[in-house]
């Protein structure tokens, strides 16, 4: 039970924290899995580390997402912004495709080189801001740029932030269109996943009410203070982080 108990948080720590940050999660938990073999790692986690990820992020920004009549306008581009990487998301899901890109020689390649331009474009400072820069035009090109993170290694947080800042939004509000970005993906993921989940016969126990629980509050803190440091320095330690990582695989592919 506690040997349950400890992998659960660890795949919550993984989830809340890496969801969010500009390295992706889906790389993350694909190489602890290939490392370690989880007998608490099943479909109905995975499911419930997502739904805790989707609750922590709609909390943190509840204000912005439930006051409709100030909001009409934002709320409208984060859907249609989304609509790329659903369509994508599920003729990849539903194709199998998807899982021909899950192998660690992909995530290697992607971690390095998305790194790389994570890094490039975010050396100038630049200004545009949500309230005044954010249109049709800008939220098509960064939601077309997240397709690219269906690719593990790619990371929707770092390829969104990515395309804010070619944009030349500020970071703060590039992290911002990047969590918003989020409600719709993590909402798409979980909803692919339990249409395969009612199919079967599933146990829920207590393990899926931690997973919810502790991957809530890992987000939750992601979410708040990378917004305070991201306010404060630069990506470059998540391209420093990214670059080691890609080394190490390197090493251990070639």
């Known amino acids: 039970m506690l040997q349950n108990i400890i992998e659960i948080f660890i795949l919550s720590a ?31 986690i995975d499911v419930s580390l997502h739904l805790g990820s989707l609750a922590a992020i709609i909390y943190f920004f509840k204000d912005e997402i439930f006051d409709m009549k100030n909001n009409k306008k934002l709320l409208s581009l984060i859907i249609l912004g989304s609509i790329p990487l659903i369509i994508f998301g599920y003729i990849l899901y539903s194709t199998g495709l998807i899982y021909n890109l899950r192998n660690i020689k992909v995530i290697a390649w992607t971690t390095l080189i998305f790194g790389i331009v994570l890094y490039v474009s975010d050396r100038s400072r630049f200004d545009k801001k949500i309230s005044t820069n954010l249109n049709l035009k800008s ?11 269906l690719i593990p290694g790619v990371s929707r947080a770092g390829v969104t932030i990515t395309a804010a800042r070619i944009l030349k939004f500020n970071r703060v509000d590039s992290t911002k269109i990047s969590f918003l970005l989020s409600i719709p993906a993590l909402a798409g993921a979980s909803v692919l996943s339990l249409k395969d989940i009612f ?22 803190f ?20 990214r670059i080691i990582i890609a080394l190490i695989l390197f090493s251990l592919i070639y």
């Open 14 to 44: 993984i989830q809340g924290i890496s969801e969010f940050l500009p390295i992706s999660s889906s790389a993350h938990l694909i190489l602890i899995s290939s490392l370690y073999d989880f007998k608490t790692s099943s479909l109905l």
């Open 139 to 149: 939220i098509l090109f960064i939601g077309f740029f997240q397709i690219l993170s």
């Open 199 to 220: 199919n079967q016969a599933i146990d829920i126990n207590y393990l899926v009410l931690i997973a919810i629980i502790s991957s809530f509050i890992f987000s939750f």
């Open 222 to 241: 992601t979410v708040k203070f990378f917004l305070i440091y991201i306010n404060k320095f630069s990506m470059n330690v998540f391209v420093i982080y």
